[in-house]
């Protein structure tokens, strides 16, 4: 049986555990999240803004518990929990607020397409299986229900087994938000048994943030079932610095996009690429801001770096640092595992890197920086794409002409110049190569889940105007 079960990451102690779904109760979750999409799929659009903007009221009313609740499941800092419940707060009203301008069908040239009428309608496709990470609990379901259950979809939501009352808690907010029961559920299952919910013919698509096994996984059962998927999945994100940038600015920034979430996020800054003519300004002011960061009890308001939210994610960030330390690379702060209770690990920058190295080509998940020294901005590109990854992406430059080349050459799906990797409701959010598909957020990530139908209408028609529909 799948261990599902609340382990607090700062003490190591299972506080709370539960039994994964039987075969029947599954089965009978699917059923009642199809039955609520034939109930949601008939209400307006304005009805379903009224629901999500109850839901985002609950979600400030409630900031201060379901804050905690996730500290203690994963370990992130009780301030970066909160700030994570307001983020949701304010992507569920710009979806109720923005649905019915992102749902409006859309005119098209008629007399091109020899028509009286022709436009674009978008609508629900049904039940969408959302298979979610531990990392940002909250925030990684909102962006995803948000849209879909406002464009009339159901969710049928798989959450990470390390964080089941942040799930629980999630259905719940959506039926007391006023949505029908079974709009929004969730399964309490391992991995086991998204073979099993992806193939029933009642789930038309699915969402997978996380690792790149589990998303070839998912698009292989899609595949095979010939049902649409967005993936968004690990990163390696450069983060350049080019000698026109204001080296301090860059430096205490490098700094938080590398330890935000205890190091934890897909998009975190992991690689620093620093031009040679800055480096060693860079790294020393980088270095000494690392060392400064606070790790302890992330309920404690002095804290800025919690536990890894498991006792073998840090084993595994202790042995790629160890990896490179093994092979010639130089630790400039932290590298050493602590004793004690709680799986902490300390902010670390490596630098002296080689291919050789694991650190060169994976993904760090955890609060470890490598750092890379360059003697060009065609070196910087060709260290920053030179991965399997294309997720964000940072460069800081002062330089326009420069600005320009980064924002067409970084090879991601995000890229950010003088300034952190972050996720907005108005931005469409994805990656390319091993990083996934599909965009999430914006109207774009509305979207992906509807069936954009081109309607085209011949003479005989009413002569009523296409955008009265807003489904």
Same mark, same amino acid.
């Given at each position: 049986?799948?261990?599902?079960?609340?382990?607090?990451?700062?003490?190591?102690?299972?506080?709370?555990?539960?039994?994964?779904?039987?075969?029947?109760? +599954?089965? %009978?979750?699917?059923?009642?999240?199809?039955?609520?999409?034939?109930?949601?799929?008939?209400?307006?659009?304005?009805?379903?803004?009224?629901?999500?903007?109850? &839901?985002?009221?609950?979600?400030?009313?409630?900031?201060?518990?379901?804050?905690?609740?996730?500290?203690?499941?994963?370990?992130?800092?009780?301030?970066? !929990?909160?700030?994570?419940?307001?983020?949701?707060?304010?992507?569920?009203?710009?979806?109720?607020?923005? *649905?019915? *301008?992102?749902? !409006?069908?859309?005119?098209?040239?008629?007399?091109?397409?020899?028509?009286?009428?022709?436009?674009?309608?978008?609508?629900?496709?049904?039940?969408?299986?959302?298979?979610?990470?531990?990392?940002?609990?909250?925030?990684?379901?909102?962006?995803?229900?948000?849209? *879909?259950?406002?464009?009339?979809?159901?969710?049928?939501?798989?959450?990470?087994?390390?964080?089941?009352?942040?799930?629980? +808690?999630?259905?719940?907010?959506?039926?007391?938000? #006023?949505?029908?029961? $079974?709009?929004?559920?969730?399964?309490?299952?391992?991995?086991?048994?998204?073979?099993?919910?992806?193939?029933?013919?009642?789930?038309?698509?699915?969402?997978?943030?996380?690792?790149?096994?589990? $998303?070839?996984?998912?698009?292989?059962?899609? %595949?095979?079932? +010939?049902?649409?998927?967005?993936?968004?999945? @690990? $990163?390696?994100?450069?983060?350049?610095?080019?000698?026109?940038?204001?080296?301090?600015?860059?430096?205490?920034?490098?700094?938080?996009?590398?330890?935000?979430?205890?190091?934890?996020?897909?998009?975190?800054?992991?690689? =620093?690429?620093?031009?040679?003519?800055?480096?060693?300004?860079?790294?020393?002011?980088?270095?000494?801001?690392?060392?400064?960061?606070?790790?302890?009890?992330?309920?404690?308001?002095?804290?800025?770096?919690?536990?890894?939210?498991?006792?073998?994610?840090?084993?595994?960030?202790?042995?790629?640092?160890?990896?490179?330390?093994?092979? #010639? !690379?130089?630790?400039?702060?932290?590298?050493?595992?602590?004793? @004690?209770?709680?799986?902490?690990?300390?902010?670390?920058?490596?630098?002296?890197?080689?291919?050789?190295?694991?650190?060169?080509?994976?993904?760090?998940?955890?609060?470890?920086?490598?750092? =890379?020294?360059?003697?060009?901005?065609?070196?910087?590109?060709?260290?920053?794409?030179?991965?399997?990854? $294309?997720?964000?992406?940072?460069?800081?430059?002062?330089?326009? !002409?420069?600005?320009?080349?980064? &924002?067409?050459?970084?090879?991601?799906?995000?890229?950010?110049?003088? %300034?952190?990797?972050?996720?907005?409701?108005?931005?469409? =959010?994805? %990656?390319?190569?091993?990083?996934?598909? @599909?965009?999430?957020?914006? *109207?774009?990530?509305?979207?992906?889940?509807?069936?954009?139908?081109?309607?085209?209408?011949?003479?005989?028609?009413?002569?009523? #105007?296409?955008?009265?529909?807003?489904?």
């Amino acid at each position: 049986m799948p261990h599902i079960a609340t382990t607090n990451p700062a003490t190591g102690q299972v506080l709370k555990t539960y039994e994964a779904m039987s075969t029947e109760q +599954l089965d %009978g979750a699917i059923e009642r999240t199809d039955l609520a999409f034939q109930q949601l799929r008939e209400t307006t659009v304005d009805q379903r803004a009224r629901w999500m903007h109850a &839901a985002a009221d609950l979600l400030d009313a409630e900031r201060d518990e379901i804050a905690r609740i996730m500290t203690t499941e994963m370990g992130k800092t009780y301030a970066a !929990a909160q700030a994570e419940v307001t983020k949701c707060a304010t992507a569920a009203r710009f979806y109720a607020d923005k *649905a019915p *301008a992102f749902l !409006a069908d859309e005119p098209a040239d008629a007399d091109a397409v020899k028509a009286t009428r022709a436009f674009i309608r978008y609508q629900p496709i049904g039940v969408v299986l959302a298979v979610m990470p531990w990392n940002f609990p909250l925030w990684q379901v909102m962006r995803f229900a948000a849209p *879909a259950l406002m464009a009339g979809n159901t969710g049928l939501l798989k959450h990470a087994s390390n964080v089941p009352q942040t799930a629980l +808690l999630l259905e719940d907010m959506f039926r007391r938000a #006023g949505f029908p029961e $079974g709009a929004f559920t969730t399964v309490l299952v391992g991995s086991d048994a998204v073979d099993r919910i992806l193939s029933d013919p009642r789930v038309r698509a699915a969402t997978l943030t996380g690792s790149e096994p589990a $998303g070839r996984s998912i698009a292989q059962i899609a %595949g095979r079932e +010939l049902k649409k998927t967005v993936l968004e999945l @690990g $990163g390696s994100d450069p983060f350049v610095v080019m000698p026109s940038a204001d080296v301090d600015r860059a430096a205490e920034v490098a700094t938080t996009a590398r330890c935000q979430n205890n190091g934890q996020s897909c998009i975190a800054a992991k690689r =620093f690429i620093v031009h040679t003519d800055v480096f060693d300004a860079f790294a020393e002011k980088f270095a000494a801001n690392m060392a400064a960061l606070r790790v302890g009890d992330p309920m404690d308001p002095d804290t800025d770096v919690g536990p890894l939210a498991s006792e073998r994610g840090r084993d595994e960030v202790h042995a790629q640092v160890r990896d490179a330390v093994d092979n #010639g !690379a130089t630790v400039l702060c932290g590298g050493e595992r602590p004793t @004690g209770d709680g799986w902490f690990y300390p902010p670390t920058v490596v630098t002296d890197l080689t291919p050789q190295m694991r650190m060169w080509s994976e993904e760090v998940f955890g609060p470890v920086a490598g750092l =890379f020294r360059v003697s060009s901005y065609e070196e910087a590109i060709a260290v920053a794409n030179g991965t399997s990854f $294309g997720l964000g992406s940072n460069a800081w430059t002062r330089d326009p !002409a420069e600005q320009e080349r980064f &924002a067409t050459d970084l090879d991601a799906g995000n890229v950010f110049i003088n %300034g952190m990797t972050t996720s907005y409701p108005e931005l469409p =959010f994805g %990656g390319v190569k091993n990083s996934g598909y @599909g965009r999430e957020l914006s *109207a774009l990530g509305m979207r992906e889940f509807c069936n954009t139908k081109t309607v085209w209408v011949g003479e005989g028609a009413a002569s009523a #105007g296409a955008g009265a529909h807003a489904e």
